[in-house]
């Protein structure tokens, strides 16, 4: 049943000069189905206690953080920013949690001095500082501008709901009930995956994006996390009812309906959409073309993407979960053309475990 995933990935490895890639699928509560190909960049071989950093798959985890404080009570969806932190240059009006959850809060979408930033010593707390100071870029709710400075933003109102750092908080609200090995600022037991073709000046550096040791210990919220495929697929299956006693119904199925009516925005680049639908921390399929899934997934599919050259996604309509991670960044775009091919083929390997 996992012939076509395998062919399809070997195909993929060939086509898009990857050394390795890794594919799990689930339904209900079997065990996943699971393909584990070749190697890193440095030779070592995938498995499934492999430590991938799952870059933008943080944001689920981040987002999943915060939806447990409001089922505790701790935040409120539709509270203004300024609650939490008046002194954020972007808590103006109509800046909610739920705009930042959406990408709809009117921010740019990094740093305006990030570049400059990550190549020198610095620690979660000083980006902290830096993402206090950015302003608004445009007017709240008038465009989906996807970006890293919302989920920052809203890590820094955990840490004041719960006066703890925001890694230590993501580990007892979100990996441990989950049942996740991650680590997010603390080095892994293991060494993790190598990537291949990292596109930074900092590549080959100390401060290489996603193969440092200095990277991982900057702990942001938006892309640090390091985990296992089990661990990423088990994100987007917490947002699928997965794991029992873990958010509210109520939240949960709010939390993957569209929370930005039909307004236009994305990723940028070829990712602009007419309308761009988006959840509560999760990317919703609709009509978005190109994306990341299978045409024949249910336009409800939820879940996200990662530059480190790693998807998870859910459909409602199958009631299958699946989670693919390349040892390649998907900068030459072998992940939004390989992707939805090899995602089509996990949907059915995992449908007829059944």
């Known amino acids: 049943m996992m012939m076509q995933v395998e062919t399809l990935a070997r195909q993929t490895l060939e086509n898009f000069d990857l050394r390795g890639l890794v594919a799990l699928a689930a339904r209900d509560e079997t065990k996943p189905v699971a393909l ?14 492999s430590f991938f950093i799952v870059a933008s798959l943080t944001k689920l985890a981040t987002a999943l953080c915060v939806l447990r404080l409001v089922d505790a009570g701790g935040l409120a969806l539709d509270d203004p920013l300024a609650k939490y932190l008046p002194e954020a240059a ?23 001095n990030g570049d400059a930033l990550y190549g020198k010593p610095l620690t979660w707390r000083d980006i902290a500082r830096e993402c206090l100071r950015v302003e608004l870029e445009r007017a709240p709710r008038t465009r989906v501008v996807y ?32 049942g996740i090995e991650g680590y997010l600022g603390d080095e892994p037991p293991r060494a993790p995956v190598q990537i291949s073709d990292v596109r930074s000046r900092y590549a080959n550096t100390p401060y ?20 296992t495929p089990a661990g990423a697929l088990r994100l987007v299956r917490a947002y699928a009812g997965k794991a029992r006693d873990f958010l509210s119904d109520a939240l949960r199925h709010e939390a993957v309906q569209n929370q ?24 919703l399929k609709g009509a978005k073309k190109p994306h990341w899934t299978p045409p024949s997934a249910s336009p409800r599919t939820f879940g996200h993407a990662g530059a480190s050259g790693c998807v998870v996604w859910h459909d409602p ?3 299958v979960s699946w989670t693919i991670l390349g040892t390649r960044t998907a900068d030459n775009g072998w992940l939004v053309r390989a992707g939805p091919e090899i995602g089509a083929a996990l949907l059915d390997a995992a449908a007829r475990e059944q």
């Open 260 to 283: 930005t009516d039909d307004l236009p925005g994305g990723y940028g680049g070829i990712f602009e959409y007419e309308k761009c639908p988006w959840g509560l921390g999760v990317d």
């Open 317 to 319: 309509a199958a009631n």
């Open 90 to 112: 972007s808590a103006r009006a109509g800046v909610t949690l739920r705009a930042l959850l959406c990408h709809t809060a009117g921010l740019p979408s990094d740093l305006p």
């Open 147 to 178: 970006g890293n400075l919302g989920f920052g933003l809203l890590a820094m109102a955990v840490e004041r709901v719960t006066q703890e750092d925001f890694a230590v908080a993501l580990r007892r609200l979100v990996l441990n009930p989950l």
């Open 208 to 227: 290489a994006p996603f193969n440092s040791r200095y990277y991982r210990s900057l702990a942001l919220p938006w892309s640090q996390l390091v985990t």
């Open 36 to 49: 584990y190909l070749g190697a890193d960049a440095t030779g070592a071989p995938l498995g499934a206690d």
